[in-house]
């Protein structure tokens, strides 16, 4: 007889890239502003602002995305992803990079209007940040290959158009530092993925939107926007 009142949910795993091993996924944290954006927040480093999705909100990027419901303004923002494969708290920095396992490229799909009103208002993100499928992410390549990726273009189009181009040089918060500051604040878990911000140029996507985007010596992901729910109230 199962100890369980009913079956638990299945292990969200992510591919390796040239592997038939599967990437186990913990918890996800995403970090709030990590380019230059041109505007006021810009001219102080400010303390970086972790947020949250569930585990379940991973999707491989690849097929369609799903668009959301409750919204009228579906956003992209292309990340370097940093996958954990040691446990650790309060991490120095200088060994911060030895709890790595890997890297990829993912989308932190956004509600744009949702988080705008939740800012206005003073309230949470949740809604905005943390529906199903808003975290497709790239197989994960091991940093045992490529190394601790520094340098490299980040980059996203729509329909051919670019619209965010950076680079990895111009992240305010290092991968390094970023682990050492999260850490601080929660044990990190292996299985654990960080976003670690998007530079500019984030916009709406319309249902049909072929998105092509990357990280440089990472990762790429090529997915489509499917059609608005019937249900969608905006």
Same mark, same amino acid.
């Given at each position: 007889?199962?100890?369980?009142?009913?079956?638990?949910? %299945?292990?969200?795993?992510?591919?390796? %890239?040239?592997?038939?091993?599967?990437?186990?996924?913990?918890?996800?944290?995403?970090?709030?502003?990590?380019?230059?954006? @041109?505007?006021?927040?810009?001219?102080?480093?400010?303390?970086?602002?972790?947020?949250?999705?569930?585990?379940?909100?991973?999707?491989?990027?690849?097929?369609?995305?799903?668009?959301?419901?409750?919204?009228?303004?579906?956003?992209?923002?292309?990340?370097?992803?940093?996958?954990?494969?040691?446990? @650790?708290?309060?991490?120095? %920095?200088? %060994?911060?990079?030895?709890?790595?396992?890997?890297?990829?490229?993912?989308?932190?799909?956004?509600?744009?209007?949702?988080?705008?009103?939740?800012?206005?208002?003073?309230?949470?993100?949740?809604?905005?940040?943390?529906?199903?499928?808003?975290?497709?992410?790239?197989?994960?390549?091991?940093?045992?290959?490529?190394?601790?990726?520094?340098?490299?273009?980040?980059?996203?189009?729509?329909?051919?158009?670019?619209?965010?181009?950076?680079?990895?040089?111009?992240?305010?918060?290092?991968?390094?530092?970023?682990?050492?500051?999260?850490?601080?604040?929660?044990?990190?878990?292996?299985?654990?993925?960080?976003?670690?911000?998007?530079?500019?140029?984030?916009?709406?996507?319309?249902?049909?939107?072929?998105?092509?985007?990357?990280?440089? @010596?990472?990762?790429?992901?090529?997915?489509?926007?499917?059609?608005?729910?019937?249900?969608?109230?905006?």
């Amino acid at each position: 007889m199962s100890p369980y009142v009913f079956a638990p949910a %299945q292990s969200v795993t992510l591919d390796v %890239q040239g592997s038939d091993a599967r990437f186990p996924v913990y918890r996800l944290f995403c970090l709030g502003r990590n380019y230059p954006w @041109g505007d006021a927040q810009d001219a102080v480093r400010q303390a970086p602002l972790f947020f949250m999705k569930p585990a379940s909100a991973v999707v491989p990027a690849e097929g369609e995305l799903a668009y959301p419901p409750l919204t009228g303004d579906f956003c992209h923002e292309i990340e370097l992803v940093v996958a954990i494969g040691a446990d @650790g708290a309060d991490i120095p %920095q200088e %060994q911060a990079l030895a709890h790595v396992w890997g890297y990829a490229a993912g989308l932190d799909l956004t509600r744009r209007d949702l988080q705008m009103a939740a800012k206005a208002a003073g309230q949470p993100w949740e809604a905005a940040k943390a529906f199903d499928g808003s975290a497709p992410i790239s197989a994960v390549v091991p940093a045992s290959r490529i190394g601790h990726p520094d340098t490299g273009a980040v980059w996203l189009r729509v329909n051919g158009v670019e619209r965010q181009r950076s680079s990895l040089e111009q992240q305010i918060w290092s991968v390094s530092e970023i682990i050492s500051r999260l850490s601080q604040s929660i044990r990190l878990r292996a299985g654990d993925l960080i976003m670690t911000g998007t530079p500019p140029g984030v916009a709406a996507l319309q249902p049909g939107d072929v998105i092509s985007a990357g990280i440089d @010596g990472v990762g790429q992901l090529d997915v489509r926007v499917g059609a608005r729910p019937a249900l969608n109230s905006i």
